[in-house]
């Protein structure tokens, strides 16, 4: 079974601009979670979705944001980046996202804002 | 409220040495209890789940951990560390009755190995 994958590897914007990273993941998974990795930060969720609804946020402001389509697939958006928004990306894809079902990580979008 | 502690946020140990890895939590339920890892460039790994049952699990890669209940605990060991051990390990906990039933994670421990 393919795993996880998302897209692109690496990223370079530029303060101000926006990006949108995608996310496949396993195949009969439904729910997708989102993640910020950073060395200081450590990992902080972002949100997860499940059968293209958002169901848990967490504390990130409203320039990210993000969607599920109808095959599981999961896109998120950053807009008016800053330089804060520096990190790895982290997608991660689970059957029901509960109990004791557990996340299944890509290797994520490092993304680099100059 | 939930929290995760995991000490040291980076532990050294020579190759063939036992390894430990600490993970406390807090939880007001039982919780489920998973230890994952990530290595240089890649995305995290499942390493091991506590759901119920048998208090010691194994995982892959010759690592297990042990739920105790009573300490509050979930601390991960392998017998003889390998250099390819070095990598980032997770302690991560749900709240098994909770609503709001997304992972909390630990801070991470930074595995080293000395040759």
């Known amino acids: 079974k393919a795993g996880v994958t998302q897209t692109p590897r690496y990223l370079i914007k530029t303060r101000g601009q926006q990006v949108t990273l995608s996310c496949s993941p396993i195949?009969?998974?439904?729910?997708v979670s989102w993640y910020q990795q950073t060395p200081g930060q450590g990992l902080q969720f972002l949100f997860e979705?499940?059968?293209?609804?958002?169901?848990n946020k967490g504390n990130f402001p409203g320039r990210f944001s993000g969607r599920q389509f109808s095959n599981s697939r999961s896109e998120m958006n950053v807009s008016t980046l800053e330089l804060g928004d520096s990190a790895l990306y982290l997608c991660?894809?689970?059957?029901?996202?509960?109990?004791?079902?557990?996340?299944?990580f890509g290797n994520g979008t490092r993304l680099t804002v100059t | 409220a939930q929290s995760v502690t995991q000490l040291g946020s980076h532990v050294s140990v020579s190759e063939g040495a036992l390894v430990l890895l600490r993970c406390n939590y807090s939880?007001?339920?039982?919780?489920?209890l998973f230890w994952y890892v990530q290595y240089p460039n890649q995305g995290l790994q499942l390493l091991l789940k506590?759901?119920?049952?048998a208090t010691l699990v194994k995982g892959i890669n010759g690592f297990e951990a042990e739920f105790k209940k009573s300490e509050t605990s979930f601390h991960l060991t392998k017998p003889s560390a390998h250099m390819s051990d070095a990598a980032e390990y997770f302690c991560?906990?749900?709240?098994?009755?909770?609503?709001?039933?997304?992972?909390?994670w630990g801070a991470g421990t930074k595995l080293i190995i000395k040759p």
């Open positions: 991660a894809s689970s059957l029901s996202g509960q109990g004791h079902s557990p996340l299944h």
């Open positions: 195949s009969g998974h439904r729910s």
């Open positions: 979705y499940f059968s293209e609804t958002q169901r």
């Open positions: 939880s007001s339920v039982p919780p489920y």
């Open positions: 506590y759901t119920t049952g």
């Open positions: 991560a906990v749900r709240p098994s009755m909770d609503s709001n039933y997304q992972l909390i």
